[in-house]
């Protein structure tokens, strides 16, 4: 059975940094792209980031551009989110999932478009 785990949340200040790991069991995801995801309190799942397959490609939401770097090892099977100059507004429960189709060559970023989601890790940003 598939399974995507997440870790490395936590509480910090604003302006400090987590990193943040998803490990893949079960299978695996070296031919699918993965995609990071948050959800706040109250409000939508939400986008984050997007990594190519083969990790050559990255895409990002506009409000963590030049701050989140989504990085992948397949020998791992884990893929990472580093997370810097953290904001109160970045407080979510972070998710990763991979994309439902394999070897595909763009990003995508709807909820629907992934598949194989973990429980989630709880990151916290003081002000």
């Known amino acids: 059975q598939a399974q995507l785990v997440e870790s490395g949340g936590g509480l910090v200040q604003a302006g400090g940094s987590l990193r943040l790991s998803c490990a893949a069991s079960?299978?695996?995801?070296?031919?699918?792209?993965m995609g990071w995801f948050r959800q706040a309190p109250g409000k939508e799942r939400e986008f984050v980031a997007a990594?190519?397959?083969?990790?050559?490609?990255?895409y990002y939401t506009d409000s963590v551009k030049g701050r989140f770097t989504v990085s992948r090892d397949n020998a791992k099977n884990t893929v990472y989110l580093q997370m810097n100059n953290l904001r109160p507004e970045d407080t979510a429960v972070y998710y990763c999932?991979?994309?439902?189709?394999?070897?595909?060559?763009?990003?995508?970023?709807?909820?629907?478009?992934?598949?194989?989601w973990g429980q989630g890790t709880q990151v916290t940003v003081s002000s």
């Open positions: 999932a991979a994309d439902r189709v394999t070897l595909s060559i763009g990003l995508v970023t709807k909820v629907s478009d992934y598949d194989d």
């Open positions: 079960g299978r695996t995801f070296s031919t699918n792209a």
């Open positions: 990594i190519g397959w083969s990790g050559g490609t990255t």
